[in-house]
């Protein structure tokens, strides 16, 4: 590389959990940079999570919920695609953790604006309930993934 490699952005803790992870949850989730909008969102997704989730008397806490949720959306391995004299293989290769967190958070978003429920609100709770029990499209998305590195196995020794 020519150039020095860009300096790592540090992003500030959420006001209402004091967590990293939460702010670039909602970065993601923001549309036109209405960032309290965003919050409004994903708070008000947790406390129904909550809700949909707190039946009797146990208590649940919808952080948990959903650290638990894209723990199951972040795959281990992707395919990236790689020239070889002409042919074009897909070769598959471990996800750096910063990458993996990103893959997460934006297919559990990306798969959230396409449920069919009325607000974000539901729609994002939703699959955020579905990802935490290991189901929905997010997690599918991963599952998808890892089958085609698994496939592609064979052109592991392709790796740069």
């Known amino acids: ?10 992003v500030l803790p959420d006001p209402k959990f004091s967590d990293v992870l939460v702010t670039k949850f909602v970065n993601n989730l923001m549309l036109e940079g209405k960032k309290s909008i965003a919050y409004s969102i994903f708070y008000d997704a947790l406390d129904l999570v909550e809700e949909r ?17 894209l723990g199951n959306v972040m795959p281990a391995v992707e395919v990236k695609s790689r020239r070889v004299g002409g042919a074009t293989f ?18 559990l978003i990306k798969y959230a604006r396409g449920r069919n429920e009325r607000t974000m609100v539901e729609r994002l709770a939703g699959e955020i309930i579905a990802a935490s029990k290991g ?16 496939a592609n196995k064979a052109f592991s020794h392709f790796r740069f």
Not at 1 to 10: D, E, F, G, I, L
Not at 90 to 107: C, D, H, M, N
């Open 135 to 150: 189901e929905g499209s997010a997690v599918k998305k991963k599952d998808d993934t890892h089958r085609m590195a698994e």
């Open 1 to 10: 590389m020519r150039k020095a490699k860009p300096k790592k952005r540090y």
């Open 90 to 107: 897909q070769v598959p290769t471990e996800v750096r953790p910063a990458r993996k967190e990103s893959l997460g958070i934006k297919w």
């Open 53 to 69: 989730l707190g039946k009797g008397e146990e208590k649940v806490n919808g952080l948990e919920i959903w650290k638990k949720a």
